[in-house]
């Protein structure tokens, strides 16, 4: 089969290559999908160069990489089934985050990490779902996690994250405050975001405005930052996994601000989403509500992957960046 290969790690265009390998063979319990569609995520980028070296160095290989293909957010078809397999069969639309070996026309997961696909989404706007729809609603507290009314502030809200956390917010009733920059301020409003602040003019420290959840999809501001947007007994979420360092990453943001929330009024939360199939059967019923519809800035052919993986880099894109392994829309 095809598959886009890394063997050492670097950037994207230096290691990243389109290579003829072994078609994997399901083992017990695991399902063999043909992968149509698969979503570009900061964690690719993170193991593509093995940083922060603190934790990504040890988990991906010390010297070269342990598992040579990435990609884990796909939708596609099952091919075949391992024994005792009883969820799935082949022809059935699956997606979910498989953790790696997404770049590639077949992979092999294990069932627990799939679920049916939701016939209202294409696979491409399947396979951008997973983790940024998980973490966003997860996020929030689930379903039911935020009351109606209740004000809540969308850092990075043109991202991957930010796009799925400003329409599960409005579908729970909340008062959405979007913030990006001023070239996706349109975008954000069209996701139900009731205000939006243009982050390159305006200082939310300085608008007097504060929220019951402050939901930090993007960005690199501490949660001591943070918590002066928030009510006293407001709830700062800290998602975004940005940040300048290539040791220690967000691990050092988000170790501080842990240990801030005992001695302060509000509460600071932080998440590490991994999509299990029962987090992804709760997102796939808020998409048959009609409530949450992924948003996709471009697609790239296999062959590609090196170029869609760079644009993601970039910090410009809208929504997600998706690799179409076969052509499916």
């Known amino acids: 089969m095809e598959a886009i290969v890394y063997r050492k790690y670097g950037s994207a265009s230096d290691v990243l290559r389109l290579e003829n390998i072994d078609r994997p063979v399901p083992k017990a319990g695991e399902v063999l999908v043909r992968i149509l569609s698969a979503a570009v995520n900061p964690l690719d980028t993170q193991k593509l160069r093995a940083e922060p070296y603190l934790y990504q160095r040890p988990a991906t290989g010390l010297r070269r990489p342990r598992k040579p293909v990435l990609g884990g957010d796909v939708a ?18 699956v997606y979910g985050s498989i953790r790696d070996g997404g770049f590639a026309e077949y992979a092999a997961a294990p069932e627990d990490l799939l679920v049916h696909k939701p ?95 402050v939901l930090q999809a993007g960005g690199t501001d501490t949660a001591s930052t943070l918590r002066r ?72 052919p296999l062959r590609d992957t090196a170029d869609a993986m760079a644009y993601r880099q970039t910090g410009r894109a809208r929504g997600k960046v998706v690799v179409r392994v076969t052509g499916a829309a």
Request: charged share 20%; with cysteine.
């Open 119 to 213: 016939p209202q989404l294409s696979f491409d706007q399947a396979a951008a779902l997973p983790v940024s729809g998980v973490t966003a609603l997860t996020g929030l507290g689930g379903p039911r996690g935020v009351e109606p009314g209740r004000r809540v502030l969308v850092i990075g809200a043109s991202g991957g994250v930010g796009t799925c956390a400003v329409q599960i917010a409005k579908a729970m009733g909340a008062e959405v405050t979007g913030v990006c920059s001023g070239r996706n301020a349109e975008l954000v409003r069209s996701l139900g975001a009731d205000h939006v602040i243009d982050y390159t003019k305006t200082d939310l420290t300085t608008t007097g405005r504060r929220y019951d959840v």
């Open 76 to 93: 596609g078809r099952v091919e075949a089934v391992g024994s005792g397999v009883t969820r799935f069969q082949p022809g059935d639309e």
């Open 229 to 300: 947007l928030a009510t006293p007994k407001g709830t700062v979420v800290l998602l975004s996994g940005e940040a300048s360092g290539r040791v220690v990453g967000p691990i050092g943001r988000v170790v501080k601000g842990l240990a801030l929330s005992p001695f302060i009024s509000q509460k600071v939360r932080a998440l590490a989403v991994m999509p299990t199939a029962s987090d992804l059967e709760q997102l796939s019923e808020v998409v048959a509500a009609g409530k949450l519809t992924p948003v996709i800035d471009r697609t790239y």
